[in-house]
């Protein structure tokens, strides 16, 4: 077997002494977060985030002159107003707490393999990530966005910045990718005993609600099964928490522009309910793996006051997974059926 550390290409250049060590990695991808809840943050984030054509599929002629003359320069003011209602010592939810389940994996997994954290939209980037453990010597890369359902706009969007990066080197590594895990027997065992948990300590609501992001209707007939997905981990929720469909429901967060999107809408399900006796809401996100902005600030304060401007009494949100124990074990058990096969 030749030596790899002095091997030389074809093209004359040296094999770095770091690729001669075989090594693993996980990569976390979350969607990102600006540096700081200012205008000024927002809008090169927000220019990439919409510059996406996962996210945004219009013809460019179309969409760029919506998005450079109207939403990039109004948009920003109000979603740097947003995440300054939620930033905190740490900086940004998002980025802190995604980087703790990164470091609670890391320990789950232990030294044979190493996890990595990176951002679709700002930093850090998936591209230099990737490039920085290549230069550690990564040889087998699994790519876990954090993304319990598949959408294109989301894992699909990853899988693009994914092949970009992969592109611009010379020796990629092995590639896998967890495209989902919306039906995960330990996903949803840690969904429900963390829903659970929080019944014990703050009493149950009425009904419980889950909140899903919502994407452009015409994306599901398109092909994309986000909404089914989405479905199913409600009903396997429901099924081991042993509620029925009127204990249980489902709605659909964080719509924008014209275009129908999926529903029933989050914002006009909780006024409805108010309207209709509920005193005492509890909601959960199970699309998202980290609490980030949709989830504290769109769904604690804003529907908050929808709900209570409706007529209920209080509407209490139940806090994503997080770095729990049990999401970090759902997850280094998916790690590890997926690393199946490679040397670790």
């Known amino acids: 077997m030749p030596d790899l550390a002095n091997y030389t290409g074809l093209a004359g250049h040296s094999v770095p002494d770091a690729a001669a060590s075989v090594q693993t990695a996980v990569l976390l991808v979350n969607l990102g977060t600006p540096t700081a809840p200012t205008a000024k943050a927002l809008r090169p984030y927000l220019a990439e985030f919409l510059s996406d054509r996962r996210v945004i599929d219009y013809p460019r002629w179309k969409w760029w002159p919506i998005l450079h003359g ?26 802190w707490r995604s980087e703790a389940l990164a470091r609670a994996l890391q320990a789950e997994l232990g030294t044979g393999v190493r996890v ?9 980037a998936v591209a230099s990530t990737i490039a920085q453990l290549q230069g550690e010597g990564v040889r087998r890369l699994l790519v876990l ?6 959408s294109a706009t989301s894992t699909g969007s990853v899988i693009d910045a994914v092949a970009d990066a992969m592109q611009a080197l010379r020796w990629p590594p092995e590639l896998r990718f967890v495209n989902d895990y919306h039906d995960d027997p330990g996903h949803i065992e840690a969904l429900a005993a963390s829903i659970e948990r929080w019944w014990s300590e703050h009493g149950r609501g009425d ?6 992001h919502g994407i452009p209707e015409r994306y599901v007939r398109l092909g994309d099964p986000y909404a089914a997905q989405c479905r199913a981990t409600a009903r396997l929720l429901r099924e081991r928490l042993k509620l029925d469909a009127s204990q249980l429901l489902v709605s659909f967060q964080s719509r ?10 989050t914002d006009a399900t909780v006024r409805q309910l108010a309207g209709e006796g509920v005193r005492k809401l509890d909601v959960a996100c199970p699309g998202f793996a980290v609490d980030c902005l949709e989830t504290l600030e769109e769904i604690a304060l804003q529907n908050r ?11 209490r949100y139940i806090p994503a997974l997080n770095d729990g124990a049990g999401q970090v074990h759902s997850l280094a058990a998916l790690v590890r059926r997926h690393l199946q096969g490679w040397p670790v």
């Open 116 to 124: 990595a954290l990176a951002m679709r939209y700002g930093a850090p």
């Open 256 to 265: 924008v522009g014209r275009e129908a999107w999926l529903s029933p809408y």
């Open 207 to 212: 009904k419980l609600l889950l909140s899903f």
């Open 70 to 95: 109207v939403i990039l320069r109004l948009r920003p003011r109000r979603s740097a107003h947003a995440y300054g209602r939620i930033w905190d010592a740490q900086g940004s939810p998002l980025r």
């Open 145 to 150: 966005p954090l993304y319990p359902q598949y």
């Open 305 to 315: 006051d929808f709900f209570l401007a409706a007529g209920g009494e209080s509407l």
